[in-house]
């Protein structure tokens, strides 16, 4: 098979890891050249900073050396600027009068860095901060030089000047703006971040612009607009980035701002595609490394020809590469007319932390002086999670530093989001391969090999795992044979890929078993069908004798029980049910434990004709979902009001029975206690009292039986009806597939459910998502 030829221009951090991605995916299928102007291997951009900050060496900083690049077979051209594409012959030429052919050319260019256009700007030491000659020509001017100016108060700026003043520099930071990192922070956490920037060293001139660097040759001062002047040895200018379109744009490529690109990477010229910074998706241009991954795993697919996702753009975040400092930002984290924020500060410690919401979904967030929820907050906004899946306490649970915190960590939770590593995938590796440092943790899983960010946390498990604190069993089990990952990331996956089909989930997660097996199939159909809801709509529709709720039995008949709501009938339905029975022969009919009458015997080739002629809803005991309600009907000796309980039954009946459950879900009412005993084995028993109904939950018959627990109080049927209802629906979002009621009643805690019945602000969303649920159901099977 002759190999088709790849040309990739760019050899930073966003192209290579298209390549990576690539080649795991079909490594013998191109014959692969890279082309790259810096004369480096392909090296960690974004932690120069720690560079500058003695925190690592240029060395640390490569991320594929000379053996990688030769193992998979890659011809790599540093040092060389590709200055022509062809793409009508599909040819490039080089810097270096080489030309070649291609089959499929991406252009990831990066960006270049700004300068801004005043006098004096070209003088000798005023610099950008981009590249590993920019570093070094800072570090060198650091050993002759005292002062230093740095011009833009963002992110690059402020790790810019922290690196400057650790060489022993006397620093300044000017910025534009009343404060610091304004598109990533809010007012307060600018300020807090000021002062501790303060305390270490460096000084800010806030609300100033530059007119003019001053000096001979070399930079000896600036002048402001407003007239002052400050001396300085050596400036850089940190004031932002533009894509590097210059290429594209002399070559037909479409370019706005950057390199417009469709959902798949696509330009609008065939088989040349763009990733990175240089790319314009949607009028949005990225500089993190988080969105660039994404773009590369995309195109990686469109290129190998795998139906994938489409790239639908990413939530941008932020984390400051400054030592000793602890700041983050993501989404939308200042308030408007439209959102409300949680604020928690503690102004002793330094700590700040806000949380944004737009109606139930958190959409933003900034924290400073202490980032441990950052990861989870960031899966928070990327999956617009309802924060009535979370207890709002639980969102910042500690000011303190006090206790383990990886401890209390899930196993899914990320740990690393620029590659998105979870804290479960380093335990795995580490007791898999042995790992005992950071930069082995690094090499095995790409955790900390980004932006560095989550370098403290992989050194903090490392800890956890070598204490006492620590047990293997963290480990949680695969959902099954036929996949490696576990149920909670099975379900994390789909919410971010956004798959609506079974078939998709098995494709995209790469299931060992391309068909599924019986376990995996129904549990996957039943996430899907809670994350999207149409599509559980479209899957029931299709179901053929489930649809009719037909039983088969062992002699390959079958069995039908007309609903009776609440196990209450009259004579026109137990007429039209003997009727049918005489006309089909059914001669067996027997009252069930839930007071329903079942047909059974029912021939195949009668099974249409008996369900249209009863023409009465049919329940069936088999499949997840709401099972028909057991009512007690007192003794002779008990006066109370037995209509109540059948009233409340059949109420319940009709609202929920369209509604697909983790379990079958068994609920039980009685009238009065006198007749309740009995039935406090089921899931969800209701029990009439003056004061109005109890609610129990929790009770579990089989080998260990056990009686539920009082739950809650409602004064009325209409407010039964409302906590049941918000009880079904929180069991519904946050169960397992198969987990039994008692089993999530035990994990999730008789408190947090209580918590969430009992504030209306959570209670009225589970109700309304539970009642669009139940429409869309029941208009898809009245069709």
């Known amino acids: 098979m002759v190999k088709q030829k790849l040309i990739l221009v760019g050899n930073g951090m966003s192209g290579i890891r298209c390549l990576e991605e690539i080649l795991k995916i079909n490594p013998d299928r191109f014959d692969i050249s890279v082309f790259g102007s810096e004369p480096h291997l392909n090296y960690n951009r974004i932690l120069l900073p720690t560079v500058l900050q003695r925190r690592a060496t240029f060395a640390e900083l490569t991320l594929n050396d000379r053996e990688w690049y030769k193992k998979h077979h890659i011809h790599l051209h540093t040092g060389e600027t590709v200055i022509k594409i062809d793409h009508e012959k599909q040819m490039l030429k080089t810097d270096k009068q080489r030309e070649l052919s291609y089959d499929h050319l991406i252009i990831a260019a990066g960006s270049i860095p700004f300068f801004l256009p005043i006098p004096g700007a070209d003088k000798e030491g005023v610099v950008a901060f981009r590249t590993i000659e920019d570093c070094q020509k800072m570090i060198e001017a650091a050993q002759k030089y005292r002062k230093a100016v ?90 932002g980035v533009r894509p590097n379109v210059q290429l594209a744009r002399e070559s037909g490529v479409e370019i706005k701002r950057g390199i417009i690109v469709n959902d798949y990477m696509e330009t609008n010229l065939p088989n040349i595609y763009a990733v990175g910074e240089c790319v314009e998706h949607l009028g949005i241009v990225y500089g993190l490394v988080k969105p660039l991954f994404e773009q590369g795993t995309v195109l990686a697919k469109r290129i190998c020809g795998i139906e994938g996702n489409r790239y639908k753009g990413s939530v941008l975040s932020t984390q400051l590469k400054v030592s000793g400092v602890e700041v983050f930002s993501a989404g939308q984290f200042s308030e408007d007319a439209s959102s409300k924020s949680i604020k928690v500060e503690d102004e002793v410690a330094g700590i700040y932390k806000k949380i944004v919401l737009k109606g139930d979904q958190i959409i933003g967030a900034v924290l400073f002086g202490d980032k441990k929820e950052s990861s989870k907050l960031l899966e928070m906004i990327q999956k617009k999670q309802d924060v009535l899946d979370v207890e709002k306490v639980k969102l910042f649970p500690s000011l303190t530093n006090e206790g383990n915190t990886v401890a209390a960590m899930a196993a899914n939770e990320l740990i690393c989001n620029c590659n998105g590593v979870t804290k479960g995938a380093i335990i795995e590796a580490v007791q898999k391969e042995g790992l005992s440092t950071v930069e082995q943790v690094k090499k095995c899983t790409k955790a900390s090999s980004s932006c560095g960010g989550c370098k403290p946390a992989v050194a903090e498990i490392l800890s956890y795992m070598n204490s006492d604190e620590f047990t293997r069993e963290i480990e949680q089990p695969t959902m099954c044979a036929c996949t490696s990952l576990t149920e909670e990331e099975v379900v994390q996956q789909i919410q971010l890929l956004g798959s609506t089909t079974v078939k998709e989930v098995l494709e995209m997660l790469n299931w060992k078993n391309k068909q599924g097996c019986l376990t995996c199939r129904p549990a996957l159909s039943y996430y ?40 209450m009938t009259n004579s026109e339905e137990l007429r039209k049910i003997a009727d049918v029975a005489d006309k089909y022969g059914i001669t067996e009919m027997a009252i069930t434990s839930e007071q329903r009458v079942r047909l059974m015997g029912v021939k195949e080739a009668d099974l249409a004709g008996v369900c249209g002629e009863l023409n009465m809803h049919l329940s069936s005991p088999f499949r997840n979902k709401l099972q028909n309600i057991e009512v007690c009907h007192g003794e002779a000796f008990c006066r109370c009001n037995k209509n109540s309980a059948l009233n409340l039954a059949a109420s319940l009946e009709k609202r929920f029975e369209y509604l697909t459950m983790p379990n ?84 999730v805690g008789l408190i947090h459910i209580r918590e969430v019945l009992f504030d209306f602000d959570l209670l009225q969303p589970l109700i309304e998502s539970l009642e669009k649920d139940r429409l869309l159901q029941k208009e898809k099977i009245s069709m």
């Open 150 to 239: 740095v011009i833009g108060g963002g992110v690059l700026g402020l790790e810019a000047a922290s690196g400057l003043q650790n060489l022993g520099m006397e620093v300044r930071v000017v910025h534009n703006t009343h404060y610091l990192m304004e598109r990533q922070l809010d007012k307060k956490a600018s300020k807090m971040l000021q002062r501790e920037l303060e305390k270490q060293g460096i000084h800010f001139l806030l609300k100033r612009e530059t007119e003019e660097i001053l000096g001979g040759n070399r930079v000896k001062g600036m002048r402001f607009k407003d007239g002052t002047e400050v001396e300085a040895d050596l400036v850089v200018m940190a004031v």
């Open 664 to 747: 079958r879900v068994k609920m039980a009412i009685s009238p009065c206690l006198h007749n309740g005993a009995d039935r406090m084995l089921k899931d969800i028993v209701v029990i009439g009292m003056e004061r109005g109904w109890e609610i129990y939950m929790g009770g579990r018959g089989g080998g260990k039986i056990r009686a539920g627990e009082l739950l809650c109080i409602a004064e009325s049927d209409d407010e039964a009806i409302e906590l049941i209802g918000g009880l079904l629906q929180l069991y519904r979002k946050t169960a397992c597939y198969l987990e039994q009621t008692w089993e999530w009643f035990d994990r």
């Open 528 to 567: 899907i069908g809670m994350i999207h809801p149409e599509y559980e709509n479209n899957h029931d529709a299709a179901l053929g004798n489930d649809h009719w709720k037909a039983t088969v039995e062992m002699n390959g008949t079958f069995s039908v029980v007309p609903q009776m709501y609440g196990g």
